[in-house]
């Protein structure tokens, strides 16, 4: 367990009031930031018995073959319409991805390098989640292996983590830090960048809100209304940005987004987002070392305890 922080039931960071913390500037006076958040993933046909996956995906059958087939569908069909929609309107793209994804689609790994993107560690397979039943020593071993082996298959070591399908165990944070990582984008608890309790860790945000698999997925938000979801949402907060900066992240999934009867509507929100001014472009990675750059580190800081 942890020891809450004031305000807090756990120790992971401290809470923070928006009225209360100073003004955080964007480079060249931007408003809004916005990540893209890509993901490049691999959803195994045949499982260990030991997995533990998103029950969102689970299936009566096995070998599964209609969610390997449909994320493979976005692996090899899906993304390239994302790509060509994200480009044209001038977007920077971060891709958390499955180390296992970027082995197995070396393509599609040069395809986004050549575009610039950042590559953020995503753990091995999709239906591999972290859990509380894993021990530090089986977790840690995971994060350490899903970013040696990124960066083996893309030539660039993650100074990001994003845990698959929001997986942690409460020591999730204090090892990602511990692995090295700059940054996590595993909360979705604000609209700012923020320091976590554990060495110079910051937490950009992920939020569900803006998430394909969330909104069109789970919550079953007709087509329709995405464009508006996305061109509404960053307009009050770029409006909101003129006191202090914010931060949106959009995320997207080959297989849900880059379907033919579902492209139309990111292009057209992405058209509404390329029109508001003062947004500023920018991998999650970009993000976070701005963040880190321009926000003193805090002095006191409230600790996660190690876990017995």
Request: hydrophobic content about 40%.
């Amino acid at each position: 367990m942890t020891v809450p922080a004031p305000g807090m039931d756990h120790g992971h960071y401290l809470y923070s009031a928006l009225p209360d913390r100073p003004r955080l500037l964007w480079p060249n006076g931007a408003r809004l930031a916005v990540s893209v958040y890509l993901h490049l993933e691999y959803y195994e046909m045949e499982q260990g018995p030991t997995t533990i996956r998103d029950s969102r995906y689970n299936s009566r059958s096995a070998p599964d073959v209609l969610h390997h087939s449909w994320f493979e569908y976005g692996n090899r069909i899906g993304i390239f319409r994302i790509l060509d929609a994200l480009t044209a309107h001038g977007m920077r793209i971060t891709v958390p991805t499955n180390a296992v994804a970027a082995e197995r689609n070396p393509r599609l790994v040069r395809d986004l390098a050549d575009l610039g993107a950042e590559f953020v560690a995503h753990g091995l397979t999709a239906t591999e989640m972290q859990h509380s039943h894993m021990s530090e020593a089986e977790e840690a071993r995971l994060i350490a292996t899903s970013a040696s082996r990124l960066e083996a298959a893309t030539g660039q070591r993650p100074r990001g983590w994003m845990s698959q399908d929001f997986g942690n165990s409460i020591r999730t944070p204090r090892l990602i830090a511990e692995a090295g990582f700059d940054y996590c984008a595993d909360w979705a608890n604000d609209e700012q960048p923020y320091w976590m309790t554990y060495d110079r860790l910051v937490s950009v945000p992920n939020h569900v809100l803006f998430d394909d698999v969330f909104t069109i997925w789970d919550r079953h938000v007709p087509m329709v209304h995405y464009p508006d979801i996305i061109a509404s949402g960053a307009r009050q907060l770029a409006e909101d940005g003129v006191t202090t900066g914010r931060f949106m992240s959009i995320g997207l999934r080959p297989w849900v987004m880059g379907a033919s009867h579902r492209i139309k509507y990111l292009e057209m929100a992405l058209a509404e987002l390329a029109a508001i001014p003062g947004l500023w472009f920018a991998t999650a990675g970009e993000v976070a070392a701005h963040y880190a750059a321009v926000t003193a580190y805090p002095a006191e800081r409230t600790r996660e305890p190690t876990p017995a």
